[in-house]
Antibody, heavy 119, light 107 residues
Framework: QVQLQESGPGLVKPSQTLSLTCTVFGGSARSGSNRWSWIRQPPGKGLEWIGDTYKSGNPFYNPSLQSRVTISIDPSKTQFSLNLTSVTAADTAIYFC???????????WGRGTLVTVSS | DIQMTQSPASLSASVGDRVTITCRASQSISTFLNWYQHKPGKAPKLLIYAASNLYTGVPARFSGSGSGTEFTLTISSLEPEDFATYSCQQSYNTRYTFGQGTKLEIK
């Protein structure tokens, strides 16, 4: 059974880079036709799709974050990562990694990790 | 971007009640609409995809309907484990967007 787990610092200072990793347990991010996404939920707000990538790369990003986001797949093929540069308090959120079906729904999620941006 | 608006924002109900949550899209999205259940500290779960298709393992008390701009998620008879937040998501285009969520609470 494939599971996803997010990991990374829970506290990031303003203007620095937020870096998270999603580990794929029981499977590989390089298999199948799925894409692999990052999604976040700021406190008291709805979910926001950040972007996704495919096993061969070719990432797509939310236009509102595109200038600051990089999503990549690790050569180990069992992890993919998120880098978000120049963070502010508005980037404080629970960050989820998820698997997208080719039809665009997210059929597998991690539990999420809270990242707080504060000095 | 396609805006997704859910109503109500919160809802109080009792075990055994029938509840309906509505999701409206700012433009027609055909049936490219998905529903999720999420609880604090747990991985969100896909309930319904393509507006009305029950995802594998999801109890039959959950159902979805709608097309175009208006969609509903119905829980026919609430169980204790159903008290959670529910979100809709459009997959009409790859700039995926979600509703703001509906929190279902115990009355």
């Amino acid at each position: 059974q494939v599971q996803l787990q997010e990991s990374g610092p829970g506290l990031v200072k303003p203007s620095q880079t937020l870096s998270l990793t999603c580990t794929v347990f029981g499977g590989s991010a390089r298999s199948g036709s799925n894409r692999w996404s990052w999604i976040r939920q700021p406190p008291g707000k709805g979910l926001e799709w950040i972007g996704d990538t495919y096993k061969s790369g070719n990432p797509f990003y939310n236009p509102s974050l595109q200038s600051r986001v990089t999503i990549s797949i690790d050569p180990s093929k069992t992890q993919f990562s998120l880098n978000l540069t120049s963070v502010t308090a508005a980037d404080t959120a629970i960050y989820f990694c998820a698997r997208n079906d080719a039809s665009g729904f997210f059929d597998l999620w991690g539990r999420g990790t809270l990242v707080t941006v504060s000095s | 971007d396609i805006q997704m608006t859910q109503s109500p924002a919160s809802l109080s109900a009792s075990v055994g009640d029938r509840v309906t949550i509505t999701c409206r899209a700012s433009q027609s999205i055909s049936t490219f609409l998905n529903w999720y259940q999420h609880k604090p500290g747990k991985a969100p779960k896909l309930l319904i995809y393509a507006a009305s298709n029950l995802y594998t393992g999801v109890p039959a008390r959950f159902s979805g309907s709608g097309s175009g701009t208006e969609f509903t998620l119905t829980i026919s008879s609430l169980e204790p484990e159903d008290f959670a937040t529910y979100s809709c998501q459009q997959s009409y285009n790859t700039r995926y967007t979600f509703g703001q969520g509906t929190k279902l609470e115990i009355k």
